[in-house]
């Protein structure tokens, strides 16, 4: 899906609030030229039932994107406590009644030409309506690139670098072109890795199996939100271990995972389909943990959510005056 903001949305940008149009960025901004940037992505779901739209685990994020910021030397003084407010307070401002994503943006603003960064830093955050990520409710069809992922060595995966992307673009472009929904990574040992934007699960023999944050993935939020509702309420065993490729020709169930996408089962890769080319009942049974979990109706998982409107109703709520005898 491509999401574009209204011109009018407010968003935040260098400590300010102010509509998307009147954010200037310059064209020799150092990111932009060279790609010394560091973005997230957080979900906000909103909930009819409770009148109500629920950040999606707003603090964790924020502390991995402050995180992988340090691997550029990007300060953003705010705090991840501080950062999930700012967001709850765009949404309020937008007044968004939709699912929503979230996107922050730290990066390197010196503008010049020298590849060199240096400590000019800015950053901003958008929120915008954003709906499924994928439109393929039989489950999708993806296929192996034939563009390997980036290794650690390199370009850290596990960060979400903006340069770093062009890996991305350049395997779905190629997986769209040839009439496939996604593509899937090998890394540079030959083990599968993940999908262009997303994690990966497979089920075998009943075990739920992913790959290792060593086999140069990113260390996905949405990743292991699925971990802990497959363990908690399904009790299964998950294994973090290499997959070869062709273990993805022979498996119970492949799905993959990620902020955007949510859960996607896949039903065949490289043509061959997953099983009976259906989607398998553990990805069903999770699709629907995940969503009852984020749209705040599963009292376990409330944990991991930030309430927008709720939240600010009980802030403005009169106080009950105490009579002290």
């Not at 790609?35 to 992505?41: D, I, R, S």
């Not at 407010?85 to 010196?110: C, G, M, Q």
């Not at 998982?301 to 600010?312: D, Q």
Request: with cysteine; hydrophobic share 40%; aromatic share 10%.
């Amino acid at each position: 899906m491509k999401a574009e903001a209204d011109p009018n949305t407010i968003v935040y940008f260098n400590g300010e609030y102010m509509p998307i149009n009147e954010v200037r960025i310059g064209i020799l901004t150092h990111a932009l030229h060279y790609g010394t940037g560091v973005f997230e992505g957080i979900r906000a779901y909103w909930d009819e039932d409770s009148d109500d739209l629920f950040l999606l685990r707003a603090r964790e994020h924020y502390e991995r994107w402050k995180q992988n910021c340090t691997i550029l030397h990007i300060d953003v003084p705010a705090t991840a406590e501080e950062l999930a407010a700012i967001t709850a307070e765009l949404v309020r401002r937008n007044n968004f009644r939709t699912d929503l994503y979230v996107r922050p943006l730290a990066f390197k603003s010196a503008e010049r030409i020298g590849l060199a960064p240096d400590d000019q830093d800015s950053y901003f955050i958008v929120v915008m309506p954003y709906g499924a990520y994928f439109h393929a409710e039989k489950g999708l069809d993806v296929c192996v690139s034939s563009w390997r992922r980036i290794d650690d060595n390199a370009i850290p995966a596990r960060g979400k670098f903006t340069g770093a992307y062009i890996n991305s673009a350049l395997a779905t472009d190629d997986a769209r072109r040839a009439g496939f929904d996604e593509a899937l990574f090998l890394n540079d040992r030959g083990h599968v890795a993940e999908g262009s934007t997303c994690n990966l699960f497979m089920v075998r023999k009943g075990r739920l199996i992913t790959p290792p944050v060593t086999d140069n993935i990113l260390e996905g939020i949405t990743r292991e939100s699925i971990i802990e509702i497959a363990y908690r309420e399904l009790g299964l065993e998950v294994v973090e271990r290499s997959i070869d490729r062709s273990e993805l020709y022979l498996c119970d169930e492949l799905f993959l995972t990620g902020t955007a996408v949510g859960m996607a089962p896949v039903v065949s890769v490289d043509h061959r389909p997953v099983r009976d080319a259906a989607i398998g009942p553990i990805a069903r049974r999770l699709t629907q943990l995940y969503y009852e979990a984020t749209h705040g109706h599963l009292p376990a998982y409330r944990k991991w959510l930030l309430p927008v409107y709720s939240a600010a109703r009980a802030a403005k709520a009169p106080r009950p005056i105490m009579n002290v005898a």
